[in-house]
């Protein structure tokens, strides 16, 4: 067997995928080793957009267009999935951030990140966590443009208006155009080759092995860029951990029973469980580097979210699985 032929099989990506987490977490080791040793780390922020158009790419490549049409004629589980995190989650995040102290760009990085759910490898986590992964990956469209409209929103509703002002509408613009529209449209280009060329299938196969190691890599340019920079920040970073264990705890509990009183089957459930626990960190990251004076508390308080959510992805996926297993907790299927 060539090595070519064993790169392509799906037994490689699994194994991929299976161990993201030790990938994602060694990526992130050794981002902060060159962060904290080499000199201009610093510089790899402007790296950040293009990788980061990269992995939604490949992420947007994963749902066949067809699934598309399915997961919008799935009211239920959109209706769920949106419910919980553009309604349910956003009033946990007001009453957390009350804890905060009146600190502006902590509260603001707080808001941005968990106000933002996942559209990457969440979808990963879930397949893993026996939920409906294949949904919740032909939700990801909606739910990355969803956030981008109603983020403004928030942060309006949520800061005084000096806060508030900080946030400019041109970064998220310029975050719909290149981190949503023009990946989609290249990932249906690529779907369209792929159906009608030998050509095309092979490269969608071999673009479909990239999911982990682009995140992987927006890790370790976000962290290697973000580290030089955190010697003020520190406090700032540790303050806000205890609100995001708290978050880590509450929120996929409430998907699961937003997904219940929907009336979800169980595996429907467990993916809006996964999804409202787990958020949007590494996009929503250029648009707070475009606050003024972010640097460096905003960039802090969000990668800080990333790590105490790397860790709690590893007990979702043996927890979460056992939502629903009891009979008198087992959710009739959505029709």
């Known amino acids: 067997m060539t090595k070519g032929t064993l790169v392509s099989t799906p037994t490689f990506r699994?194994?991929?995928?299976?161990?993201?987490?030790?990938?994602?977490?060694?990526?992130?080791?050794?981002?902060?080793?060159v962060g904290a040793v080499v000199p201009g780390a610093d510089t790899l922020e402007g790296a950040i957009n293009p990788t980061l158009a990269l992995m939604l790419f490949v992420t947007f490549l994963q749902v066949p267009l067809a699934d598309l049409g399915r997961a919008y004629s799935r009211i239920r589980?959109?209706?769920?999935?949106?419910?919980?995190?553009?309604?349910?989650?956003?009033?946990?995040?007001?009453?957390?951030?009350?804890?905060l102290p009146a600190t502006p760009m902590v509260r603001l990085g707080v808001l941005f990140v968990l106000l933002t759910p996942c559209i990457d490898y969440v979808v990963t986590f879930s397949h893993i966590g026996r939920a409906d992964a294949r949904s919740l990956l032909a939700s990801t469209p909606a739910l990355l443009i969803a956030q981008m409209l109603l983020l403004p929103v928030y942060l309006r509703l949520f800061l005084d208006d000096a806060a508030a002002d900080l946030v400019q509408l041109g970064p998220f613009i310029h975050a719909f155009v290149w981190l949503i529209a023009v990946p989609l449209a290249a990932a249906?280009?690529?779907q369209i080759w792929a159906a009608r060329s030998k050509v095309g299938a092979r490269v969608a196969?071999?673009?479909?092995?990239?999911?982990?190691?682009?995140?992987?890599?927006v890790l370790f340019i976000v962290v290697a860029a973000v580290v030089p920079?955190?010697?003020?920040a520190i406090e700032a970073a540790l303050r806000v951990v205890p609100l995001y264990v708290v978050f880590a705890v509450a929120a996929p509990l409430i998907g699961w029973t937003v997904a219940r009183m929907a009336r979800l089957e169980a595996s429907a459930g467990r993916a809006v469980a996964f999804s409202s626990a787990t958020r949007n960190s590494l996009v929503v990251l250029p648009l707070a580097l475009a606050v003024p004076g972010a640097i460096p508390v905003l960039p802090a308080v969000i990668v800080t979210q990333t790590m105490v959510e790397l860790v709690s992805s590893v007990i979702y996926m043996r927890l979460i699985p056992r939502f629903g297993e009891v009979k008198s907790g087992v959710l009739p299927a959505a029709k």
Not at 15 to 25: G, K, N, P, S
Not at 80 to 99: D, E, H
Not at 205 to 217: C, E, I, S, Y
Not at 229 to 232: E, R, T
């Open 205 to 217: 196969a071999g673009l479909g092995l990239l999911p982990v190691p682009a995140t992987a890599l």
């Open 77 to 99: 589980f959109l209706g769920a999935l949106m419910a919980s995190n553009f309604v349910v989650i956003p009033v946990l995040v007001a009453l957390l951030v009350q804890f």
């Open 229 to 232: 920079q955190l010697g003020a």
């Open 14 to 33: 699994d194994r991929l995928e299976h161990h993201q987490v030790v990938i994602y977490f060694a990526a992130v080791v050794i981002a902060a080793a």
């Open 188 to 190: 249906a280009v690529v």
